[in-house]
């Protein structure tokens, strides 16, 4: 569930640049509907016109819950990755990975799921012969750094035992990262936190002043300092703060917390690669479309790889985290 369209990469060109260092804020990053190959929609919260990232997270796709149970459901066809971490946080159903390393693994609801591409890197998702009738969850990116966005990928990671925090009105599971003093086992290249909030009365939950962070609203109803989230909108709310009150009305409501320490590399995105350069992601999709042993190859996917499009004709730029 994580290919970019190639408009999507487009407009990766047009985010102006902003002056200041992240502050204490609070900005609503409204999604936008894309479709996924012939049938699959989402909606893609980051990255929008006015912001790129959050810490290291630099994509966010929230899909469902979509009623499946007579349909094939989720087909992504192999394809590849680069400079990046794909995070999957199933929320209902079941997704069959497999992947260039030899993984073939089983994605259900509640655990972690964890690809991390270095160069080069391709998977295929796929739901299951016999899946639940809905499928709902969201697909993340985390940019890799310098050196570790150049070392070899390291196999599939799945971690189903997550430390949970529970305080009045909040049930959080901790993803990536620390939370609250509890810490993930998942490894991370730079400082970062993804924890899922559920958010059953007013709470307010601690935060890193050094840190920048937004909430993805899973569910209608989570209020985000003082701020209604529509279903599938971030909330960002900057850095330099030590706390963050949150709400849900009516009942519970469900979040995403993503955070992190403002990334200072610039980037370049363009359709599933993350590089530095234009030259780099140029010579990333020869190398996919050729077939080369960089991104190695699926085996036991029923069906075409996904051939990387025509490059933009715009000459692609790197861009820092700012809007």
């Known amino acids: 569930m994580d290919a970019m369209s190639n408009a999507e990469a487009d407009r990766e060109l047009l985010l102006p640049p902003e002056a200041t260092e992240p502050q204490p804020t609070f900005e609503r990053l409204e999604p936008r509907q894309v479709l996924l190959g012939p049938r699959t929609e989402v909606m893609r919260v980051l990255p929008t016109k006015t912001r790129r990232m959050i810490g290291a997270w630099c994509f966010v796709d929230h899909y469902g819950p979509e009623d499946i149970s007579n349909d094939v459901g989720m087909r992504v066809p192999p394809h590849p990755h680069t400079g990046l971490q794909t995070v999957s946080w199933l929320l209902e159903g079941e997704i069959h990975h497999q992947d260039t390393l030899g993984s073939d693994a089983l994605v259900v609801p509640g655990q972690l799921n964890l690809m991390t591409s270095g160069p080069g890197i391709a998977h295929s998702e796929e739901s299951p012969p016999g899946h639940s009738p809905i499928m709902h969850g969201v697909q993340l990116w985390v940019a890799l750094p310098d050196p570790a966005r150049l070392e070899a990928p390291r196999d599939f990671s799945q971690f189903a035992d997550l430390p949970r925090v529970e305080r009045g009105?909040?049930?959080?599971?901790?993803?990536?990262?620390?939370?609250?003093?509890?810490?993930?086992?998942?490894?991370?290249?730079?400082?970062?936190?993804?924890?899922?909030?559920?958010?059953?009365?007013?709470?307010?939950?601690?935060?890193?002043?050094?840190?920048?962070?937004?909430?993805?609203?899973?569910?209608?109803?989570?209020?985000?300092?003082?701020?209604?989230?529509?279903?599938?909108?971030?909330?960002?709310?900057?850095?330099?703060?030590?706390?963050?009150?949150?709400?849900?009305?009516?009942?519970?409501?469900?979040?995403?917390?993503?955070?992190?320490?403002?990334?200072?590399?610039?980037?370049?995105?363009?359709?599933?690669?993350?590089?530095?350069?234009?030259e780099e992601i140029v010579e990333f999709r020869r190398l996919w479309n050729d077939e080369d042993d960089q991104f190695g190859r699926v085996v036991g996917y029923d069906g075409d790889r996904l051939l990387a499009p025509p490059m933009p004709s715009t000459r692609l730029k790197s861009r820092p985290r700012h809007r």
């Open 169 to 278: 009105g909040l049930v959080a599971t901790v993803i990536v990262g620390a939370f609250a003093d509890s810490q993930s086992s998942a490894t991370a290249y730079s400082p970062l936190v993804g924890a899922e909030l559920v958010v059953e009365a007013a709470v307010t939950i601690p935060l890193r002043p050094d840190f920048e962070y937004g909430v993805l609203a899973i569910d209608d109803g989570l209020v985000v300092d003082g701020h209604r989230l529509g279903v599938s909108e971030i909330g960002y709310v900057g850095a330099g703060r030590d706390s963050l009150s949150l709400a849900s009305s009516p009942g519970s409501a469900r979040g995403l917390l993503l955070g992190g320490a403002p990334f200072e590399e610039e980037l370049v995105m363009w359709w599933n690669f993350i590089g530095r350069s234009h």
